[in-house]
């Protein structure tokens, strides 16, 4: 049975798995939803966002009447993440910013989301791959020396 954030939320079952899927793929299926129909989607909710039973996608599904602006949906995701964040043990300072940037309407196109969130994810990255090089580099360094 397919579930809701509100629902996972009440339940306390907000794991790693689901803050995953709010992030790129969320926003994705946002952009779906508003592509299909006509940028004039519904108002989104907590319960808008529905996972699949094996928690590996996430879709959105608009609340009946209203219509919607991009940054109409941008805020609600927004608000979506913070609740979800609020909800979960480990808070990560960096999604909790793009949380209130959502909200406070200094993302306003989901490009620009979709580019905050790709940010958060390709930084953690560099700092192993850093020490990769570093380490290597003193490597060659001893080898000269000494070699």
């Known amino acids: 049975m397919s579930r809701n954030l509100a629902q ?10 689901v803050m995953a899927l709010m992030q790129q793929p969320a926003v994705e299926a946002i952009e779906q939803l508003r592509e299909g129909y006509s940028n004039d989607a519904g108002l989104l909710t907590d319960k808008s966002f ?4 094996d928690m590996k996608s996430v879709t959105v599904i608009p609340a009946v009447g209203g219509t919607a602006t991009e940054r109409d949906d941008i805020q609600a995701y927004g608000d ?6 609020i909800s979960t043990p480990a808070c990560p300072k960096r999604l909790m910013a793009i949380a209130q940037s959502c909200i406070n309407g200094e993302i306003e196109e989901l490009d620009d ?17 850093i020490v990769i090089v570093l380490a290597l580099l003193v490597l060659l360094w001893c080898l000269n020396r000494f070699g």
Request: no cysteine; aromatic share 6%.
């Open 8 to 17: 996972l939320i009440a339940a306390k079952k907000v794991t790693p798995r």
């Open 50 to 53: 529905v996972f699949s039973d």
């Open 80 to 85: 979506a993440l913070l609740n979800a964040l």
């Open 113 to 129: 989301l979709l580019l905050q969130l790709e940010k958060r994810v390709s930084n953690t990255i560099y700092v192993p791959l």
